[in-house]
């Protein structure tokens, strides 16, 4: 009896030490979302404000944009890339899984080989390289040079290559018997049994890019052009003095990956479980 | 490159930064790890919001905690009042690189602590039940059975932490741009200003090559010391 109550205690203890853990944690974002509805006077000297405004996000969707810091165009921007790079890795990544799992062909496990082999190299080693290649085709500062070294994933043909290989194969033969061709197989019957892969590598690749910072820094200089991470960066820059509308840009860059990932959960969970194996 | 005294102060930053980051992130993503095996309640509500961190922004994150530890901020705020003493945590030369260890632990504690989770759920529960018979305390069975059995989910994130630290940039380049006295200038960062900025683009790529060489190292040697293999049979 002595037992369970001491064992119940330290419980209690630790719920309540992790509750004041988590507050902590999520602390940073409310600080964030309260400070830019606060006025200005007031962002660093009063917890809760005496009033609330949107003074701060007019001022960087209006008058920023007559400043030529066009962040309107920026948000567009980070979406438009964002949007296009996503689809096309989940469909390329889709199709090579396809081709590299199931298909036969000379040379394939050289190629899976390859891939996996890339993959070990980190990004940063490419960088000088792929400035010049991109510079060689006349791409700086165009929305190209952004999307063109994203478009394929070796990450996502990986994880399609695992996922397919769990499919039955009589399920493609039964396809084919009724007249399917390989476009069709996988439009229709491999991406439907294989949902949960392609929102998870949907989802990671939307996050990766637009949180890309670096690359985009280096190939764009044109202000009309910049996603609204290197926006930001350069307005940080230039108007540090200018913190609600800064704090009101920093909402506008970070709370929709929040919203996004608090809705699609679970196959973020289920992602980084995956990438134990 | 091997006279370069730029080179070199990199090179201790690098070191620095890790032996900042790598015991503080582990060690709080394992606590948080085993304190969510104990959790009965709320486990969601914990995991998320340990968990948002990591979603944030990389810019965005940056200005919100340049200015959530700037000297007038709330942190400080907090501190004055209790001390009467405001810390310097980006203007310090010795401080700037443990406040970016600081803020990039906050981002990936919940990440890397989910990691080691599913590790620990992976122990089968039975191993505790026979120790148990077998006399074992808490602490026994901690060296004994869960640190053996979670080893690949402590490799795993032990080999993201250093491949974390020598791709580290969008922090120092927004929040100290490398300074002070260049002690929060990075591989990165000063792979960037020399290709983009000081136009060698040829010394960039020596550099690239170099740091891609020692992180891979890095990861071999810890795999070598620390990995080994688990069967459960």
């Known amino acids: 009896m002595r037992r369970k109550k001491k064992i119940s205690i330290s419980l209690i203890i630790l719920h309540i030490v992790m509750g004041v853990l988590s507050i902590i944690w999520i602390y940073p974002y409310v600080w964030l979302l309260l400070s830019s509805f606060k006025p200005s006077e007031e962002i660093f000297t009063r917890t809760i404000p005496t009033r609330l405004t949107i003074d701060h996000y007019k001022f960087i969707l209006i008058m920023a944009g007559k400043m030529e810091r066009p962040f309107v165009r920026a948000l567009f921007n980070s979406i438009f890339i964002s949007f296009t790079v996503t689809f096309s890795v989940v469909i390329s990544s889709a199709f090579i899984g396809y081709a590299l799992s199931r298909l036969e062909f000379k040379g394939r496990n050289t190629i899976v080989n390859f891939i996996i082999f890339q993959m070990l190299f980190p990004g940063f080693m490419f960088i000088v390289p792929l400035f010049v290649l991109i510079r060689a085709l006349g791409l700086i500062n165009t929305y190209s040079a952004v999307i063109l070294p994203s478009l394929i994933s070796a990450w996502g043909v990986f994880m399609f290559t695992q996922s397919y290989k769990s499919i039955p194969r009589d399920y493609i033969e039964a396809a084919k018997l009724d007249g399917a061709n390989t476009f069709w197989i996988i439009m229709r019957l491999m991406m439907p049994l294989t949902r949960s892969t392609a929102s998870i590598v949907g989802l990671f690749t939307f996050i990766g890019i637009w949180d890309n910072f670096m690359w985009p820094l280096i190939v764009i200089r044109d202000y009309n052009k910049m996603p609204l991470a290197v926006l930001l960066a350069s307005f940080n820059h230039e108007y540090s003095s200018y913190v609600g509308p800064l704090l009101a840009a920093s909402v506008i860059q970070t709370i929709p990956m929040v919203i996004i990932f608090l809705i699609l959960r679970k196959y973020f969970l289920q992602g980084i479980s995956l990438s134990l194996k | ?233």
């Open chain 2, 1 to 233: 490159m091997m006279q370069d005294s730029i080179f070199w102060r990199v090179f201790l930053n690098t070191m620095n930064f890790m032996a900042y980051f790598i015991p503080m992130v582990i060690t709080a993503a394992f606590l948080f790890a085993l304190a969510l095996m104990k959790v009965r309640i709320f486990r969601t509500f914990f995991t998320l919001s340990f968990l948002v961190a990591y979603v944030s922004s990389g810019v965005g994150y940056s200005i919100l905690f340049s200015n959530l530890f700037s000297e007038t901020g709330p942190v400080n705020n907090l501190i004055y009042k209790f001390t009467g003493k405001t810390i310097p945590w980006f203007s310090d030369p010795q401080l700037a690189l443990f406040s970016i260890a600081l803020m990039v632990t906050w981002k990936f504690v919940g990440y890397y602590g989910l990691i080691l989770f599913a590790g620990l759920q992976a122990i089968p529960k039975s191993l505790y039940e026979a120790a148990e018979l077998d006399g074992a305390n808490n602490w026994v069975k901690f060296w004994k059975i869960t640190l053996p059995l979670v080893n690949p989910a402590l490799t795993t994130v032990l080999v993201f932490a250093i491949n974390l630290t020598f791709g580290i940039f969008t922090e120092p380049y927004m929040i100290t741009g490398g300074g002070p006295m260049r002690r929060t200038l990075t591989f990165m960062m000063y792979m960037y200003t020399t290709a983009f900025q000081r136009m060698k683009p040829s010394y960039a790529s020596t550099l690239a090559i170099a740091t891609g060489l020692m992180s891979y190292g890095l990861v071999v040697l810890v795999r070598k010391l620390i990995e080994r293999e688990v069967s459960l049979t």
